[in-house]
């Protein structure tokens, strides 16, 4: 027997009108749109915010402590799991019906899902350095390059729903920001071993998630689970990975996809180094101008 089931959820009170407080609440939260477009309105909108952030990140944060560095990550953690616990109640209670119907395909546990785990790892191990500043090497890796490919080009991660496009945004947007202010903060330090610090995490994630996926297919119902995008009982439905999976053997297909997000990874090092260049050349000159003009 599967593990699915529909639940039906009574109201608060009895002799309820014909909608319960939680099917005024959640259809309040289901408020829809037309769906938003790559290079739309929306989009350009959310894209503007998190470089304006970036910039203030950028002018502002370049001195943070590690105490005020783990406050931004908890205050941040906390608004992500707040708005996953949002998304995860949106897609699965229905109501209209009024009914519970968990939707397995949407279990937060996908690539972009990760920073939710690393960032509460990050603060508990905070006085561990080499899982601390392995987390946070992650963060400015692997995370940064998955928020900034959403970011860039959400694809169809834009539904009709309201608060799930807020949703996604804030998610992928906090990821971009985050992802800078840990170079820029020199939390991750600039240097080409960094991708070494942040490997052993990306891989125990993938090792999670392709467990996650076996089980799933011995112990789980007829639904899509697919953490990853990984499976080998899922076709992936990433671009790229969704031609190249049903071309080699699984084994080779999850090497691929270790070795190409790693290589994502390292080349956000690389931007940052470029960054960190120009600023430095910039400040530079600033101060020779200065000191000139004296």
């Known amino acids: 027997m599967g593990i699915q089931q529909i639940i039906t959820i009574p109201p608060l009170y009895s002799g309820a009108p014909k909608m319960s407080f939680w099917q ?8 829809s749109m037309k769906t938003p477009t790559t290079l739309g309105w929306y989009h350009l909108l959310c894209l503007a915010i998190v470089i ?5 990140v950028a002018v502002y944060c370049r001195n943070l402590s590690d105490k005020q560095y783990d406050k931004i990550l908890l205050g941040t953690s906390i608004a992500l799991w707040l708005f996953e616990i949002y998304k995860q109640l949106n897609y699965s209670y229905d ?4 009914t519970w119907d968990y939707q397995w395909y949407a279990f937060p546990y996908q690539f972009c899902s990760t920073p939710m785990y690393v ?4 603060l508990i191990f905070r006085k561990r350095k080499l899982v601390r500043d392995a987390c946070r090497a992650y963060l400015g890796t692997y995370a940064l390059f998955a928020g900034l490919a959403v970011m860039l080009y959400p694809g169809d991660v834009f539904i009709k729903t309201i608060g799930i496009n807020v949703q996604t945004m804030v998610h992928h947007g906090a990821m971009v920001v985050i992802g800078v202010l840990t170079w820029v903060s020199g939390k991750a330090k600039l240097n080409h071993k960094i991708i070494l610090y942040a490997l052993p995490v990306f891989a125990s994630l993938i090792l999670v998630a392709t467990g996650a996926n076996v089980l799933w297919h011995f112990v789980g119902n007829d639904e899509t689970f697919n953490m990853f995008y990984i499976s080998p009982y899922f076709n992936s439905t990433l671009p790229v ?4 999976q049903p071309l080699v053997p699984y084994p080779v297909f999850l090497i691929g996809y270790l070795v190409g997000f790693t290589t994502a990874g390292y080349l ?7 960054f960190n260049t120009i600023f430095q050349k910039i400040r530079n000159t600033a101060l020779l101008k200065k000191q000139k003009n004296k």
Not at 24 to 31: C, H, S, T, V
Not at 52 to 56: M, T
């Open 268 to 274: 956000m090092f690389l931007l940052a180094l470029l």
């Open 241 to 244: 990975l969704s031609i190249i």
């Open 52 to 56: 304006g952030l970036c910039v203030v």
């Open 24 to 31: 005024n609440l959640f259809k309040g939260l289901d408020a």
């Open 119 to 122: 960032m509460p790892l990050a």
């Open 95 to 98: 109501w209209s019906t009024n």
